[in-house]
């Protein structure tokens, strides 16, 4: 089966500085990779759509200019959490899209876990 | 717009009891519908899935049937077991973006 992988996963950082966390698709292309965020007990939540080769596209009420999508191969998307603070302390996850597949199927990365201190 | 309702957790349940996790949704068209798991400290793992009424999706004894009529994807298994506990997620996949539920947390005990 498409495998993702995330690095790192996990990363503690201090206060105002950035941290970048790759996504890849291991054994597929993905034009299309999502990044979500999820909260201790909680569901995901859907922060932006970044697509192969054009900028992403960031759901409401996600600041672009602090978390900046790159999405520079079809194997890799980064994102990177600029200036970050303790409330962006959170689980990150992505996922990519198969198109081989005919129901264009997603696979999770396995998540990276960030802390903010 | 698309949503996904789950049973509040946690499920507490005893090795071996039968599982019934629900899952409701609303949709236009005929969404695919999923559900996934996520163990401790990992990302999601697509479970089973259904792209059409009455399809049944399953997988390590988990069953779940796409039912219109009702607007439901339950999940269930027959006999837990301590390695079943995790979080499970159901999930709505219209044209685009899948849709999540909140998750609901698993517990088996020996």
């Known amino acids: 089966g498409a495998v993702v992988s995330q690095h790192p996963s996990w990363v503690i950082c201090k206060s105002g500085t950035s941290v970048k966390i790759e996504c890849r698709s291991l054994?597929?292309?993905?034009?299309?990779m999502f990044w979500y965020r999820q909260f201790p007990k909680q569901s995901l939540m859907l922060m932006a759509t970044s697509n192969e080769g054009s900028k992403a596209t960031y759901e409401q009420g996600v600041e672009k200019d602090k978390f900046l999508i790159n999405h520079a191969s079809l194997t890799l998307s980064t994102l990177t959490v600029t200036s970050a603070h303790p409330e962006d302390s959170s689980f990150y996850i992505c996922?990519?899209?198969?198109?081989?597949?005919?129901?264009?199927?997603?696979?999770f990365g396995p998540g990276t876990r960030l802390t903010v201190t | 717009g698309d949503s996904v309702t789950q049973m509040e957790g946690p499920v507490t349940l005893s090795e071996e009891a039968f599982l019934t996790i629900n899952c409701t949704y609303t949709a236009t068209g005929y969404p695919s519908l999923f559900w996934y798991v996520q163990y401790p400290g990992e990302g999601l793992q697509l479970l089973l899935k259904a792209t059409k009424a009455d399809d049944k999706g399953s997988n390590k004894g988990f069953e779940a049937t796409y039912r219109k009529e009702t607007t439901s994807f339950h999940l269930e298994k027959g006999s837990v077991q301590v390695s079943d506990s995790a979080v499970y997620f159901c999930?709505?996949?219209?044209?685009?973006?899948?849709?999540f539920g909140r998750g609901t947390s698993l517990i088996v005990h020996p």
């Open positions: 999930a709505l996949k219209g044209s685009y973006i899948p849709t």
């Open positions: 996922s990519a899209r198969d198109q081989r597949t005919s129901g264009h199927e997603q696979y």
């Open positions: 054994d597929f292309q993905a034009t299309t």
